[in-house]
């Protein structure tokens, strides 16, 4: 295929509130703050990315403004220097800069876009993407009784979400868990600590080895692998590791040292969809469980999610919810359904929905451009 040269980049720095706050043990989103990016080729072609930093450094290190100075002064001087021959190129580039995972990822998901729509594909099939439907699950925040837990919980499962996730932190943990498992004996449940815990708490976490979860996301710091690994050994529900985890590298060495089971891969967090693939492939080869985390995100990133986890490594359903779950009101048209716990993969190019331009503006805080 003809080299694609980037005439144009924009960036579109937008707000959107919750339709209610998502509380974690760490922060308390109520208006969510994304970028969306833009690159536009030399046919006029545009492909679409997001940006899914918060605006504090609460989950990882980057904000929105760090990634915004990111793609502005270093990232997208890169892609508009020199034609691309395939995306991977742009992950190539960017190579050179240390981490800000998040700011690179949103740029090298619009240069994917873009060139699967000129090759006239869906993002999905472009990547490899087996399935037609994915399963959808659902993240559900802490919440400020243990009834009103359990009562979000019997919402979600009656919306058909085919697996709940429940935040965590010590203190609001295991009773909350007891709980829901005996409102709901057979829902697929898990939990996420977002690193609350340390190795102090062996003792507590071993006692939810008989709530039948399917694996504890994250539940020692953010940056640990080796205190992990003790702590798989002594319990039996399957750990799955999230903030460790920001390259293939960092998988297999967490595999490896019996660090976790299952990983939960975010686009952002791992840099983009070079990165994100390397993963799919060592999981897929090592009979490693894969999902998609989710980053509270805007249609343009959820819509990236859904290419990626209908990828056939994807064996466990992901954080790919409705677009109503989060927004009175999504970026995207068509906006994302669930239907019987099921998402549709779109076939129609690139990431298969459009932005809606009006309510773009309405969202809008501030929008650049930059050519070569
Ligand atoms: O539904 C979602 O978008 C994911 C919800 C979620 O758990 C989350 C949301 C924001 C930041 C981090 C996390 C996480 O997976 O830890
Ligand atoms: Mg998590």
């Known amino acids: 295929m003809k080299a694609v040269s980037i005439r144009k980049v924009t960036l579109y720095q937008i707000r959107m509130p919750l339709r209610a706050p998502f509380v974690t043990s760490l922060a308390t989103v109520t208006d969510r703050e994304l970028i969306l990016a833009e690159v536009t080729d030399q046919d006029g072609m545009t492909g679409f990315g997001e940006c899914v930093a918060f605006d504090t450094p609460w989950y990882t290190e980057e904000t929105v403004k760090t990634a915004w100075h990111v793609m502005e002064d270093i990232l997208i001087p890169l892609l508009l220097e020199e034609s691309l021959a395939h995306p991977t190129e742009a992950a190539g580039r960017f190579a050179l800069v240390r981490r800000h995972f998040m700011a690179k990822a949103a740029l090298e998901g619009a240069v994917w876009d873009l060139f699967a729509k000129r090759a006239g594909v869906s993002l999905a099939r472009y990547v490899g993407g087996t ?44 009773e909350i868990l007891s709980a829901i498992r005996q409102a709901y004996p057979e829902v697929p449940l898990m939990a996420d600590a977002n690193s609350s815990y340390t190795l102090q708490d062996i003792e507590r976490l071993k006692e939810w080895d008989d709530l039948d979860l399917l694996m504890i996301e994250q539940p020692l710091a953010a940056d640990d692998i080796i205190d992990h690994a003790r702590l798989q050994q002594a319990i039996r529900t399957p750990v799955c590791l999230d903030e460790s985890i920001t390259s293939a590298e960092d998988v297999r060495k967490a595999v490896q040292l019996g660090s976790c089971r299952i990983i939960n891969v975010k686009l952002g967090r791992v840099g983009g969809w070079t990165e994100a693939l390397r993963i799919h492939e060592w999981c897929r080869e090592h009979g490693v469980d894969l999902w998609c985390g989710g980053m509270l995100e805007s249609g343009i990133a959820r819509a990236h999610n859904i ?30 359904v669930v239907e019987e716990g099921m998402i549709r993969v779109p076939t129609e190019p690139g990431i298969g929905v459009d932005l809606d331009w009006e309510y773009l503006e309405h969202v809008m805080v501030r929008k650049q451009s930059w050519t070569p």
Request: charged share 25%.
């Open 131 to 174: 399935r037609e439907r994915i399963a959808s699950g659902v993240a559900i925040g802490a919440q400020p009784t243990l009834e009103a837990m359990v009562e979000q919980v019997g919402r979600r499962v009656a919306e058909g979400y085919r697996r709940i996730k429940v935040k965590i932190k010590p203190g609001a943990d295991g």
């Open 307 to 336: 290419a990626l986890a209908s990828l056939p490594g994807f064996t466990l359903p992901g954080d790919i919810s409705a677009s109503a779950r989060y927004w009175e009101k999504d970026v995207i048209h068509p906006e994302v």
